[in-house]
């Protein structure tokens, strides 16, 4: 039995408000025990069509919790998904506005950007692989509205799978050109390095996580459109982040990400 209407659409109002604000706001799992994974879905999806209904524009779709760091980080145990809205990139060396966000932490991921419709419900990583254009490194900035103790996989969904921004840089690079399991990363925060990874830590492969996703949607009645940016999932545990430090990502052959939180 999922949660009324009304409450799913009071819960994205709380989640609108608690964002406006900046502010954190107790657990949805903490007030209704029994909600489940598409009750949070519901929420997330009426706090999206309020967005969009504002003028905002989609522009890509993030995944988490698809890497072992993740879940051991989070104690939580299968993938989620987000959208992102155009007014949450930045270039690579941004200064973000660090009163932005609530709990700031970052993570190393990759993103693919798409050049054709990916549809499940038997979407594999051949079609994720022919269906990008390029694949780019990308810092995700983690973004929680819901009280971190004692969240579920059920909290972060409806939180928008926790998504607060993106940065995007390094070097744009063909999914044909690159193995990509063994694209790395060093993760400096204020030039001491915090986290290391390789991408193969993203479910084997940073594309089964796309392919798990367009899967994901067909559930839902959508699908993976031209043009949308993809954040795979990250390859490292999270790194907090505090007013005035300075974050710099190096993908090696793919190039740095920088930017700095203010």
């Avoid at 025990?33 to 779709?61: F, I, N």
């Amino acid at each position: 039995m999922m949660l009324p209407p009304d409450t799913i659409a009071d819960l994205a109002a709380e989640l609108a408000g608690a964002h406006r604000d900046r502010a954190v706001i107790p657990r949805l799992t903490a007030r209704y025990p029994d909600a489940t994974v598409e009750d949070s879905y519901a929420v997330q999806g009426v706090w999206r069509d309020q967005r969009l209904a504002a003028g905002y524009r989609l522009v890509g779709r993030k995944i988490g919790l698809t890497s072992k760091a993740m879940q051991s980080a989070t104690g939580i145990t299968e993938p989620d998904y987000g959208v992102m809205f155009d007014d949450t990139v930045w270039e690579n060396g941004a200064v973000l506005p660090f009163d932005d966000f609530s709990n700031v932490r970052i993570e190393v991921e990759l993103a693919f950007l798409l050049n054709a419709p990916l549809e499940g419900p038997a979407c594999t990583i051949f079609d994720v692989l022919r269906a990008t254009e390029y694949v780019v490194p990308a810092l995700e900035v983690l973004n929680s509205h819901f009280e971190l103790e004692g969240r579920t996989i059920v909290d972060t969904i409806a939180d928008n799978a926790a998504y607060g921004g993106l940065v995007v840089g390094g070097n744009p690079t063909p999914p044909d050109v690159i193995d990509l399991r063994w694209i790395s990363a060093l993760l400096y925060r204020n030039e001491n390095i915090e986290e290391t990874g390789v991408a193969a830590g993203v479910l084997n492969h940073p594309a089964t996580g796309v392919a798990w996703l367009a899967n994901k949607l067909h559930q839902h009645g959508t699908r993976l459109e031209a043009g949308e940016l993809i954040l795979a999932g990250s390859f490292t545990r999270p790194t907090w982040i505090s007013r005035g430090d300075s974050v710099l990502c190096d993908y090696g052959p793919m190039g740095t990400i920088s930017c700095r939180f203010e």
